[in-house]
């Protein structure tokens, strides 16, 4: 009797030690942002698929600072670059001193914490994540990345823990297109 409820006591000990060696370290953003440079328009050159771009095969997310707040607008276009989807969001800074965290809020009852966790010195790409990794957005000026600025995301991706397999890359043909019929 003794040693069922020894083995009944060690097993939760064995499935808490197993889960927290496999735990990934706490996820960093940028230190600082300057709103107005990133407010621009990024060709969302990859990302985790979700339910706003679900069906997209180019997209866009356009950031607007005006009068000290960040309007978001994420447009989804069909394979021939015609607009499918508009959405608009707005965003609040989690903190006042921190530009690189910031909440989305889409309506009333959808809301995302988003954080820019790759950003070039020069703003020509930015990375955007969720904190708890299931959200994922690798965002361009361009329609292409340069293979050295590719590799350098990926391989701040993985360590970071993100799953660079479950990227979906998004046609460039359809975002060369959106650009010219606005």
Known sequence: MRVFYAIFLLIPLFFFTACGTQSIHHLQSVESVDQQRFSTTWNVLAYYKNIHNSGCVGSTLTYRYLNNALKLTRNCY?????????HTAEIKLATASDTSKFDVYYNWFEQYEQWIIMLASDYRYSVIASPDRKRLWILSKGTVLDPADREHIFAGLSQNGFDTAKLYWTGFQAACNAKSIH
């Open 78 to 86: 069909d394979g021939s670059g015609r607009l499918k989807r508009e």
